[in-house]
């Protein structure tokens, strides 16, 4: 049974900090890339960032860059995102998602979000 769990959101002041972690199951988690996504109210899931599968390459959208950082222990089967100098534009549902390509087989997994909110 493949398992995505995200833990960590709350209610944070602006400025303020939170980690938030993905575990993973029920898959190889370390074939696979990790990413998070966010989506608020009336707007469209988008992405936050991305790690590849070994971690040795990462990817953010812009506005989160210098601010989030995405890491992985794969001993751990464990995604993390560090989020730091938050605003309540950061304020959203944020979720894990794997994923994976190979032989033309697409395999693409989501967890069931995790809420964070800001408070200006």
């Known amino acids: 049974q493949v398992q995505l769990v995200e833990s960590g959101g709350g209610l944070v002041q602006s400025g303020g900090s939170l980690r938030l972690s993905c575990a993973a199951s029920?898959?190889?988690?370390?074939?696979?890339?990790m990413s998070w996504y966010r989506q608020a109210p009336g707007k469209e899931r988008e992405l936050v960032a991305a790690?590849?599968?070994?971690?040795?390459?990462?990817n953010y959208a812009d506005s989160m860059k210098g601010r989030f950082t995405i890491s992985r222990d794969n001993a751990k089967n464990t995604v993390y995102l560090q989020m730091n100098s938050l605003k309540p534009e950061d304020t959203a549902v944020y979720y894990c998602?794997?994923?994976?390509?190979?032989?033309?087989?697409?395999?693409?997994?989501w967890g069931q979000g995790t809420q964070v909110t800001v408070s200006s």
């Open positions: 998602n794997a994923a994976q390509t190979r032989w033309g087989l697409k395999y693409n997994y």
């Open positions: 029920g898959f190889t988690f370390s074939s696979y890339a």
């Open positions: 790690i590849t599968s070994a971690g040795g390459s990462t």
